[in-house]
């Protein structure tokens, strides 16, 4: 009976001494922070902020708001934080990618795929093309059309646009080179509309029509 109570007691102390050591102490503490999938952003600025403390025990961090930091920079469009034992702490990033700029009286910014505006530019970037649109936000389904349809382009359509616009998410509309129009129309068969426009592209024209890309028409 004694002895049963001495290794209970042996035990107690052993998970008591142990979850110390973890919590507590930087015995386990964050001695790498890894940075996966930063290819435009400095790795050293996702670390920073991060701000993860040096040797703080590694089941203390908490991974959302570390996350949350790091999504705080204008060129993060996502970012996941992992733990691995003994002290190593992974931070898994996606990048922004613009796929057009606007241009207001708040300044050049470029607009992500999602329609967020996330960075300030002195210059409108080459080979991106101007958004038209009042406010473009997130929020606006005008925008997350527009500029949806903007990210599902082939490069070599895309190459060729210059502007882009819409009134409505049913009348997405490019300016393309050579004075060329495009009525795209809404974001529903953007891969066909694609096929026939580089087809319909080979033929003179000034406006080309795909917003129904089983009649498509040149004008």
Do not use: C
Not at 117 to 137: M, T
Not at 156 to 181: K, N, S, W
Not at 191 to 197: D, G, I, M, S
Request: net charge negative; charged share 25%.
């Amino acid at each position: 009976m004694v002895q049963r109570r001495r290794i209970l007691l042996l035990g107690v102390l052993t998970v008591v001494t142990l979850g110390y050591l973890l919590w507590f102490t930087p015995f386990l503490g964050v001695s790498t922070v890894e940075v996966v999938g930063a290819r435009t952003v400095a790795v050293q600025a996702v670390r920073s902020a991060a701000a993860v403390p040096e040797e703080q025990p590694l089941l203390r961090v908490d991974a959302d708001e570390v996350a949350a930091r790091v999504r705080e920079l204008p060129d993060i469009a996502t970012a996941e934080v992992t733990r691995s034992l003994p002290s190593t702490l992974t931070i898994t990033v996606t990048e922004r990618r613009a796929v057009a700029y606007h241009d207001d009286d708040r300044g050049i910014r470029l607009v992500d795929a999602t329609g967020v505006p996330y960075k300030r530019v002195e210059e409108p970037p080459d080979g991106l093309p101007r958004l038209e649109l009042f406010d473009p936000g997130p929020a606006d389904d005008v925008t997350r059309t527009v500029t949806g349809v903007l990210a599902s382009l082939p490069d070599e359509l895309a190459d060729q646009v210059v502007a882009a616009r819409a009134d409505t998410p049913g009348a997405v509309e490019f300016d393309f080179t050579d004075d060329r129009i495009v009525r795209w129309g809404d974001a529903e068969q953007n891969t066909e509309k694609a096929q026939v426009l580089a087809v319909l592209l080979t033929r003179e024209g000034t406006v080309y029509d795909v917003s129904s890309p089983e009649l498509p028409t040149v004008s």
